[in-house]
């Protein structure tokens, strides 16, 4: 064991301090990175980056939500969800039964002085009805065609429904 943390210190010029900097850099590194992880991206929920994440509340029956982001990156978030967790349970039609702006938070801490530090994270709900076939009342939404128009949330290009079809993945 001496022998072992001889060789580290050696390696490190010797230096008790460098010994133990290094291991610090980068725990600080790594942190810096999970900061710069857009809180803007479209994903599974992580409470780290924010995302979507639904729950069943009965037959054919979701509550979507979409936290994170800036601008109206939540509501975009959590109406594509809606479209997409629609497609994935092999219906095509959904129809919004409430929709929930519940507003937004900062994500980390106060300084101290009344301001606080950290990122916003936008928050939106839905709460769907999924269906086969279009009903013949009431305002539904065509999955499909919002997925075969509508780009991934911060992204440029949709994932269509034939690229879904042959595998395609959200980049």
């Known amino acids: 064991m001496i022998v072992e943390y001889r060789s580290t210190?050696?390696?490190?010029?010797?230096?008790?301090?460098?010994?133990?900097?290094?291991?610090?850099?980068?725990?600080?590194?790594?942190?810096?990175?999970?900061?710069?992880?857009?809180?803007?991206?479209y994903?599974?929920?992580?409470?780290?980056?924010?995302?979507?994440?639904e729950d069943e509340k009965g037959p054919d029956t979701y509550e979507i939500h979409f936290i994170g982001g800036k601008g109206d990156l939540a509501e975009r978030g959590a109406a594509y969800r809606c479209a997409e967790l629609t497609y994935e349970k092999g219906a095509r039609y959904f129809f919004v039964m409430n929709a929930k702006d519940t507003g937004g938070f900062v994500y980390g801490g106060s300084t101290g002085y009344g301001q606080h530090a950290g990122a916003y994270m936008g928050s939106m709900g839905y709460k769907i009805r999924i269906y086969k076939r279009k009903p013949a009342t009431g305002t539904t939404y065509d999955a499909y065609a919002i997925l075969n128009k509508e780009p991934?949330?911060?992204?440029d290009k949709p994932l269509t429904v034939a690229q879904r079809q042959a595998g395609g993945k959200i980049q």
């Open 152 to 155: 991934v949330p911060n992204s």
């Open 9 to 41: 210190l050696f390696l490190l010029g010797g230096n008790l301090e460098k010994a133990f900097r290094l291991p610090v850099v980068m725990v600080f590194i790594v942190f810096l990175a999970g900061c710069a992880t857009s809180l803007s991206t």
């Open 43 to 53: 994903r599974k929920f992580s409470p780290m980056t924010g995302g979507y994440f």
